[in-house]
């Protein structure tokens, strides 16, 4: 059983630049979750999926950023025109249906705006 | 924005020590939960209160609940130095219980 992977780990971009990122939950999870957090802060909500639908957006998801879940697995998150405001850890979490509030997040995306 | 506050911001113990974190909230909750997370690393999710418990037990970790004052506690008994790391409490609330809300964590150090 392997957990929620994150891919790239880091990110290097200039300022302008579109990035994307990539999270695969675990299988079994039909929930998926995107969040940001910087240094010597809590993470913070973006998005949520349940299966392909994007159910909630949090204010902090301006209209550069958009995620995507096609087919209800992995999912996407796109930077698009990157400004040094975006640079933070960005953390994918998922979690089941059963009635479970647990969630179980992946080991991050680390972009660094130039 | 951040939902609760944690206290103390940083707290540094000697092994076998207990360690107690406190989080403050701001709105009513459906449940709490407490994350730990390793430098530089993902969170793992530690245990989870409903808000119509009042204390709850996993291992090491005892966590309890007051509504009425909006605020939870997390006891470490007999920390070891592999509990070094940030702890967070996340509340998820009525009607948007999926989205988890941080405070801004204990980083707590656990001295050998």
């Known amino acids: 059983d392997t957990g929620v992977s994150q891919d790239p780990r880091h990110k290097i971009t200039k300022r302008g630049q579109n990035v994307t990122f990539r999270c695969d939950p675990i299988s079994e999870h039909n929930r998926l979750y995107w969040y940001r957090q910087t240094l010597g802060q809590g993470p913070e909500f973006l998005t949520y999926?349940?299966?392909?639908?994007?159910?909630?957006k949090s204010r902090l998801l301006s209209d550069r950023f958009s995620a995507e879940r096609p087919k209800g697995s992995f999912s996407t998150l796109e930077i698009q025109r990157t400004e040094q405001g975006d640079s933070a850890m960005y953390l994918c979490?998922?979690?089941?249906?059963?009635?479970?509030?647990?969630?179980?997040f992946g080991p991050g995306t680390r972009l660094t705006v130039t | 924005s951040q939902q609760g506050e944690e206290d103390p911001q940083a707290l540094s113990i000697q092994e076998g020590e207990n360690a107690t974190m406190n989080c403050s909230y701001k709105t009513s909750i459906n449940n709490l939960q407490w994350y730990r997370q390793n430098s530089g690393r993902g969170l793992v999710h530690l245990i989870l209160i409903r808000s119509n418990e009042r204390e709850k037990h996993s291992g090491r970790l005892r966590v309890t609940l007051d509504t009425s004052k909006k605020s939870s506690s997390l006891l470490i008994t007999a920390s070891r130095a592999a509990d070094t790391a940030s702890y967070f409490c996340a509340t998820a609330n009525y009607g948007s219980a999926r989205q988890l809300t941080f405070g801004s964590g204990t980083q707590l150090t656990v001295l050998p």
């Open positions: 999926f349940q299966n392909e639908a994007q159910l909630e």
């Open positions: 979490a998922s979690s089941s249906q059963a009635g479970s509030y647990e969630q179980y």
